[in-house]
């Protein structure tokens, strides 16, 4: 049995539910040392990871995309994947077009001026995994959001096949959403290549972008010489489901994670045991038929299984506990439940909500946080491409009536050049009023 019926509170669902990976120290050291050798070493570096991991010798000038390149990946896709992937391409560029912040700026009734400008950034790094799969979904998702902020250069990296190209599909991805630079380099290296730089690919401002425990680290690790949007590792799907559940459809969502990688999760909370032994047997049997078989079953063994719970109650209370990047509401009524909910990526909710709607075409990104962060982290979104600068413009009128609360308050912090600053505009507007 590859999926676990567990109890909740027992010491086997307590510690389905930490997820912690095992070897996390070890893959950390070997990450600080690619971040080392790319940031001393530049391209040398990265084309040597690229030849050590993704076994593909390239050289400096082959590891940048070529505009051929591109049209030549045209001839190799088919009418039906572009009629698809133009569909999600619309629906992913309608939702993230809504959530476009705008600059404001409102006088008040001194006529001081106070607001916000909200600009785009310059250059943006993209990662689009590529390891064991190929990902021109990931490619829109990061580029679309970039473009509707009106970022210029979109640089995106993502690890070349066993043939040293890009997929055409990932290449015509590229092109439709509006990526500008493109290069063949995945892992820690690629996010070092981008955060410090080297002597072809120039620095970012901000990485995003899903990837394995590799390219997770690293953003973590060049955090703060770049942004970052997140840490969005190896995927994840919680599912909440009663008795009304069909198990059919929960085995098929629940291995649609699994399949991604060896430390993907896939967790079934229900107060129902014949439930969790319905799913346990259809996931048995649908494993069977998979082409990743192999990945999804580790990954099962590992951070999978049901974990019966006393009621749905308690179901909420640790799927909020757990804060997983996908969160499927497979009950009676789940709208009744969603406000219960405080902690998760995204949210599915009813039985034709399988988790790759999101994945795919519905709109919202599918690049989500995982390992607990959705507790603090947002999905990708438009304003993670943007910046906001405030605005501040007074008027004597407004300097006169609050400018002494201004010298209480630097006088009273000790700096007094600030309360200076000021008390020098306050003498003159005195003396104009004497006059
Ligand atoms: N959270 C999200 O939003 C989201 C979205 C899509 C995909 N994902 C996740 O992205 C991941 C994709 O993983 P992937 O492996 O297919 O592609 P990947 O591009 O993330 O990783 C492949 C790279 O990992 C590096 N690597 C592999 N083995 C290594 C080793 N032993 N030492 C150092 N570096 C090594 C190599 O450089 C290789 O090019 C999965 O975990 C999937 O679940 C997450
Ligand atoms: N489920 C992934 C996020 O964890 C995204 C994805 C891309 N393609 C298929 N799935
Ligand atoms: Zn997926």
């Known amino acids: 049995m590859v999926f676990r019926i567990l109890q909740a509170g027992s010491v086997e669902a307590e510690r389905l539910l930490m997820k912690e990976y095992g070897d996390l120290a070890c893959y950390e050291q070997a990450v600080r040392e690619i971040l080392a050798e790319v940031k001393c070493r530049g391209d040398e570096a990265v084309l040597a990871y690229t030849a050590r991991f993704d076994g593909v010798e390239l050289t400096a000038a082959t590891m940048r995309v070529s505009e051929a390149e591109v049209a030549e990946a045209y001839t190799r896709v088919d009418e039906e994947f572009l009629a698809a992937l133009r569909l999600a391409r619309d629906n992913i560029s309608a939702f993230h077009q809504k959530q476009l912040p705008k600059s404001w700026a409102e006088p008040d009734q001194k006529g001081n001026v106070l607001g916000q400008l909200v600009r785009p950034l310059e250059r943006v790094g993209i990662y689009v995994p590529g390891g064991t799969a190929d990902y021109p979904s990931s490619v829109l998702m990061n580029a679309i959001p970039a473009r509707v902020a009106g970022v210029k250069e979109i640089v995106m990296v993502a690890p070349p096949r066993r043939d040293g190209r890009l997929s055409p ?39 995003t972008g899903p990837g394995n425990i590799y390219v997770t680290l690293a953003k973590k690790e060049v955090y703060g010489r770049v942004n970052i949007d997140m840490l969005a590792g190896p995927s994840e799907i919680l599912i909440i489901a009663d008795e009304t559940a069909n198990p059919r459809y929960l085995a098929a969502d629940l291995l649609s994670q699994a399949e991604h990688d060896v430390l993907a999760s896939s967790v079934l909370l229900t107060p129902s045991r014949e439930l969790a032994e319905a799913v346990a047997g259809e996931v048995e049997k649908q494993l069977q038929a998979l082409e990743r078989r192999e990945i999804a079953a580790k990954s099962l063994v590992s951070y999978g299984g049901a974990i019966i719970t006393a009621d749905l109650e308690e179901a909420v209370a640790l799927a909020n506990r ?40 519905a709109g919202p990104n599918h690049v989500l946080p995982t390992g607990g962060t959705a507790r603090f982290y947002s999905a990708l979104n438009v304003e993670t491409f943007m910046k906001k600068t405030s605005l501040l413009s007074y008027t004597a009128r407004g300097l006169k009536a609050e400018g002494e609360a201004i010298v209480k308050l630097a006088n009273t912090e000790g700096l007094t050049a600030h309360a200076r600053a000021v008390a020098v505009r306050l003498e003159d507007l005195t003396e104009e009023g004497e006059q």
Not at 172 to 198: C, H, N, P, S, W
């Open 169 to 207: 599909y990932t290449l015509v991805a590229a092109r439709e959403a509006g990526v500008t630079e493109i290069y063949k380099i995945g892992g820690a290296q690629a996010i070092a290549a981008l955060a410090f730089g080297t002597e072809t690919i120039r620095k970012v401002d901000l990485i």
């Open 322 to 361: 757990y804060a997983p990047e996908h969160l499927e509401l497979q009950v009676q009524d789940p709208w009744q439940w969603l406000g219960l909910i405080q902690h998760a990526g995204a949210i599915f909710l009813g039985p034709y909500t399988p988790e790759p709607v999101g994945d795919y075409l």
